[in-house]
């Protein structure tokens, strides 16, 4: 798809043209959607379209007052509150023991590497009905239905296989020498560990905890299961607003999650450039 | 790993003589330095580095086991165990054994009085009418039968056939009785049988279910049709992408990549909630419609809360997981080839199509099959955008769990759909293979 050479005929150049109008228009597919709910979350009407006085760009039309719903509202805020502590603690526990395992798993002596890996990962590839619908059985069985800890487990084993994901991948360029230099100059194991290996494959433990991060702060249909009311979090209460009483908080809300998705991948991006820098670095 | 006692090549004496000579001074072993023979010693800091990469693992293989791995196996548990009649109903089960519903019409007396002494015991424990509503979701009826012979079945004396026909005529019918006796072992295929539209029969054979009870086949055959559906709309939005972020420059595809990610990072709930706003009848699209002249405001289009709002939300939630593996693979379909073909006088479409198509196979591969996967399993969206013609088989399964109660059949109906998501699964690592998936 370089530029278009100037011999083109008159049936190439068309075709060239559209195929960029196609490309455009699928990329307006993908992003307006996410768009439009911005300008729509300050509508000063609780309605969820273009009122004629916002497209004439009338100020009277514009108004804080969902955002001021999402914030008041104490539903709302103990969704946000809940949402803020079942993710972090998740992360947590996922990225600790995600880590660790990742490291043990890209030793090349690990035996059976195969089959731990694919139960490692399985939290990932069942669909989440099926794990939502399993927890539920066996949470409620020993009593952690309904309890933040229950939510917090099943979140936190969500989570992991991202982290294993990220951070094996970047153990790949890993340079092991690094570790025998270290050993070498007198460091223990555990010196090595957080003095040489931790600091090089930190961006990579990083982007793992987001991921694990995003996964628990956007799931819902687990948490639909395992949690009762107190455990409520932001996504559960977009959705039961979504299915019963549709306020244009929502798009509030909708709005504040946008920008902290843009910040969440722009730290990722910033992340991965930054672990490529440092492994091009080093030699091999 | 090669250790330094070993030796190179480069040093002065062979290995060949190292070894000679490590044969002629230690009679035959060769020694590390501590003393101890060199293989023992390797073999045992082997053993320790494996035991330690184990060890690593081992904290996060066992919290998969307990917090994932447990409740799927009880989930598969589940959907075959019945354990609640054999325990409740001991006599009757062990009364009904004898008896073969295709010899005789009804069975013997001894199972009458059974069923009347554990009715009777049932009631004082008040484990009737959970018995009752167990049966129920095998035959329609039960639990009333179940809750009515419960209070009159201490008054029951004498003829116990007759006492208890009298309660309700139900215990007369032979498929009471063949309900009862094909529900009475502690295991039990009945929920798998019910999540295939198929049930027992009046004498205990396999037969399919009324045609208007017949739901589950159809919402199966319904999940597979629409994830294909969705399947194919993400490739066919997808490949032009993927192909135009795979040949522009570095720098310009970076920053298109950039609108493919966004969607994929933002909330699936914020994304579902604006296919709602733009596809409703008084939403955005359906406005700008009715304003550009395009159809009146009496015939607003229904865009959503049916199968159309599925498909449309769910491929563009799902468009960045075939976007991105479909563009790893075409980054590294060199150039050259299609370069190599038009100078031989291909034309740009046979180019395309006979040398750049086949190459990017891979990639449709590994995003068709990923966007299948998560299509055939999805929840939240089919609920809110679907409407009654658009949700799946998750659907019902979430039904089952908090509405209807049957959780036997809802884990029917997730092992189902799990072994055939295992199936894919495997498929897509034949083909991909499971080290090779990468994110963002």
Not at chain 1, 157 to 171: K, R, Y
Not at chain 1, 237 to 242: E, I, K, N, Y
Not at chain 2, 404 to 419: C, D, F, P, Q, Y
Request: net charge neutral; glycine share 8%; with cysteine.
């Amino acid at each position: 798809m370089a530029a278009l050479p100037p011999y083109a005929g008159l049936g190439e150049r068309v075709w060239w043209y559209s195929f960029r109008v196609i490309c455009g228009l699928i990329f307006l597919f993908l992003i307006l959607p996410i768009l439009i709910i911005i300008p729509l979350s300050f509508n000063a009407e609780d309605f969820f379209t273009f009122t004629p006085g916002m497209l004439a760009f009338d100020a009277e039309a514009y108004s804080l007052k969902h955002y001021v719903t999402f914030l008041t509202d104490e539903r709302w805020t103990r969704a946000v509150q809940n949402s803020f502590m079942i993710a972090p603690a998740a992360t947590l526990l996922s990225t600790a023991l995600g880590t660790l395992a990742a490291i043990g798993l890209s030793q090349g002596t690990m035996p059976y590497k195969g089959a731990i890996m694919a139960v490692l990962i399985s939290p990932m590839i069942v669909p989440l009905i099926i794990s939502a619908a399993g927890m539920y059985f066996f949470y409620s069985r020993i009593g952690l239905q309904g309890t933040y800890a229950g939510v917090i487990l099943a979140h936190a084993v969500l989570g992991t296989p991202f982290v294993i994901i990220t951070v094996t991948a970047t153990l790949v360029g890993f340079d092991r020498s690094l570790t025998r230099a270290a050993a070498n100059l007198g460091a223990g194991p555990v010196t090595t560990f957080f003095k040489v290996q931790m600091p090089l494959i930190l961006p990579g433990v990083i982007s793992g905890g987001l991921f694990a991060f995003i996964t628990s702060f956007d799931e819902v249909v687990v948490v639909l299961f395992v949690g009762a009311q107190q455990q409520k979090t932001l996504p559960w209460q977009m959705f039961t607003g979504l299915r019963e009483q549709i306020s244009p908080a929502i798009l509030a809300a909708a709005t504040i999650l946008v920008t902290f998705s843009i910040i969440l991948l722009a730290t990722v991006e910033i992340l991965r450039r930054r672990s490529e820098r440092l492994r091009g670095m080093s030699p091999g | 790993m090669t250790d330094a006692t070993l030796g190179g090549p480069s040093r002065a004496p062979s290995r060949e003589e190292q070894a000679a000579m490590a044969e002629k001074s230690e009679g035959g072993v060769m020694l590390a330095a501590d003393g101890t023979p060199l293989k023992l010693s390797l073999a045992r800091s082997l053993r320790r580095k494996r035991l330690r990469a184990f060890l690593l693992v081992l904290p996060l293989l066992a919290f998969v086991l307990l917090t994932f791995i447990a409740p799927i196996a009880d989930m598969l548990f589940r959907s075959v165990e019945n354990q609640i009649i054999p325990d409740n109903m001991p006599r009757t089960v062990a009364a009904l054994e004898e008896w073969d519903p295709a010899e005789s019409e009804l069975p013997p007396d001894a199972a009458f009085e059974a069923l009347v002494l554990d009715m009777v015991e049932m009631e004082a424990a008040k484990s009737h009418t959970r018995v009752g509503s167990r049966l129920n979701y095998e035959q329609s009826g039960m639990s009333g039968l179940f809750r009515k012979t419960g209070r009159r079945a201490d008054r029951v004396e004498g003829d116990y056939r007759a006492g208890l026909i009298a309660i309700d005529e139900e215990w007369g019918e032979r498929q009471t009785w063949t309900t009862l006796k094909n529900f009475s072992g502690a295991y039990t295929l009945g929920y798998f049988l019910s999540a295939v539209d198929m049930t027992y029969g009046e004498t205990g054979e396999i037969v399919a279910k009324p045609e208007l009870q017949q739901i589950y086949m159809f919402l199966f055959e319904r999940t597979l049709w629409l994830s294909l559906a969705i399947t194919g709309t993400t490739l066919l939005l997808g490949y032009p992408i993927a192909y135009l972020l795979a040949n522009l420059p570095m720098r310009t595809s970076n920053l298109l990549l950039i609108l493919v990610l966004l969607p994929f990072w933002t909330s699936l709930l914020v994304r579902t909630s604006s296919w709602i706003v733009i596809l409703q009848q008084q939403g955005v699209l359906n406005d700008t419609l009715v304003a550009l002249g395009l159809i009146d405001d009496q015939n607003r289009l229904s865009l959503i809360f049916n199968q159309t709002g599925t498909i449309v939300a769910m491929t563009h939630i799902l468009l960045p997981f075939m976007i991105l593996p479909l563009y790893s693979v075409m980054k590294t379909i060199p150039p050259s080839y299609v370069r190599a073909a038009k100078s031989l006088g291909a034309t740009n479409w046979t180019a395309f199509w006979r040398v750049y198509f086949p190459q990017s196979i891979p990639g449709i591969g590994a995003g068709a099959i990923l966007v299948f996967i998560l299509s055939i399993g999805y929840y939240i969206t089919p609920e809110l955008v679907g409407g009654t013609s658009g949700v799946f088989i998750s659907n019902r399964i979430a039904y089952h769990i908090s509405s209807s109660l049957n959780w036997g059949l809802a884990a029917a109906l997730a092992v189902i759909l799990l072994i055939a998501v295992m199936g894919l699964y495997w498929l897509y690592d034949r083909i991909v293979g499971i080290d090779n998936v990468k994110l963002g």
